[in-house]
């Protein structure tokens, strides 16, 4: 029963954990726009889920877990690529004028 309860609470966390990445990469594709983001907060998350990984293959490596933060770690890059991209982009664009 309880490994049924913590498997159920894991589904949960691991849907709504990509349910919240999901507005703010919205964001950051339509207004191509990333001046209200933090880099260090985005490098912060990769390192602590780099942490929690480094946890999880030494002290339990179970499978589910390892895909559920390895998926973690790429929407985390996959929004830090964005963030330096438009933070870039941007720069670029306001030297131009």
């Known amino acids: 029963m309880k490994t049924t309860i913590s498997l ?7 849907v709504l954990e990509f349910v919240a990445y999901m507005p703010q990469i919205v964001k950051l594709l339509k207004t191509k726009s990333a001046d209200d983001l933090s880099l260090g907060y985005w490098f ?3 390192a602590a889920d780099l ?12 499978l589910g877990l390892i895909f559920i933060v390895s998926l973690d770690i790429c929407f985390l890059i996959f929004v830090l690529m964005l963030t330096i991209y438009y933070q870039k982009h941007k720069k670029r664009k306001r030297k131009h004028y």
Do not use: G, K
């Open 51 to 62: 942490c929690y990984m480094a946890y999880i293959l030494l002290e339990t490596p179970e």
């Open 8 to 14: 159920i609470f894991l589904s949960v966390y691991t």
């Open 44 to 46: 912060t998350w990769i």
